[in-house]
């Protein structure tokens, strides 16, 4: 079984809806992270956690929210989606003494209509 | 917000061949990594460095940390198609964050 799964794989919605993104790892590490990725412009953070106590904002976290469940789980919603949070969103996991390794989970692709 | 460029955007090669890609950032990182991103998937660590100046392999891949500490260099030896997909490179911020770069895709043909 994948430490990092992500559901669901794919969606389509359409603009306004509110929409969620879960995330669940089996690799027992505090820190958790969400990005996008767009053609051409790499990943980029949105929200992360080091903690299930503890949220940060990352570069991009205008039109999104997230919620640290557990120590294993970590969704990220959008509350009113807009066409131009169409992208492939990335789950991601570290441990607290190896955070430059980060455990990638296989991706959402997400379309807003 | 912070960037990394990576440069070529994208490299089409003959199996084989060797190929060179690097990073460039306006910030010092004290640990720059590469990621590869095979299609359908998520990235994967390839590589990480810990000091300027710094070269490690890992099999074919060779990266080296810049002596400015504001780049890095990924060569990657007698290229085979299972080298395709998505190489990123990223740099950790003191605050353990990962900026990653823009990336460059790579398409081996046999």
């Known amino acids: 079984d994948a430490d990092v799964t992500q559901t669901p794989r794919n969606r389509i919605t359409k603009t306004g809806k509110r929409i969620m993104l879960e995330c669940s790892q089996t690799?027992?590490?505090?820190?958790m992270y969400w990005y996008r990725q767009d053609p051409g412009l790499g990943l980029r953070l949105i929200y992360y956690s080091f903690d299930v106590k503890d949220i940060n904002k990352g570069e991009i976290s205008d039109g999104y929210s997230v919620s640290r469940q557990a120590q294993a789980k970590f969704s990220l919603s959008l509350e009113s989606a807009i066409p131009n949070q169409t992208a492939l969103y990335f789950c991601?996991?570290?441990?607290?003494?190896?955070?430059?390794?980060?455990?990638f989970g296989p991706g959402t692709r997400l379309l807003v209509l | 917000g912070q960037q990394l460029n990576q440069s070529p955007q994208s490299m089409f090669i003959q199996e084989g061949e060797d190929v060179s890609m690097n990073c460039t950032s306006s910030s010092i990182f004290n640990t720059w990594l590469w990621y590869k991103q095979e299609p359908g998937e998520g990235p994967v660590l390839l590589i990480a460095l810990y000091k300027a100046g710094e070269l490690t392999s890992n099999g074919r891949l060779t990266a080296q940390f810049g002596i400015t500490r504001k780049d890095s260099f990924l060569n990657i030896s007698a290229s085979i198609p299972s080298d395709v997909g998505i190489y990123f490179c990223?740099?950790?911020?003191?605050?353990?964050?990962?900026?990653f770069g823009t990336g460059t895709r790579l398409q081996v043909f046999p």
């Open positions: 991601a996991t570290s441990a607290r003494d190896r955070a430059e390794t980060q455990y």
């Open positions: 690799k027992g590490h505090d820190r």
């Open positions: 990223a740099g950790q911020t003191n605050t353990d964050k990962l900026i």
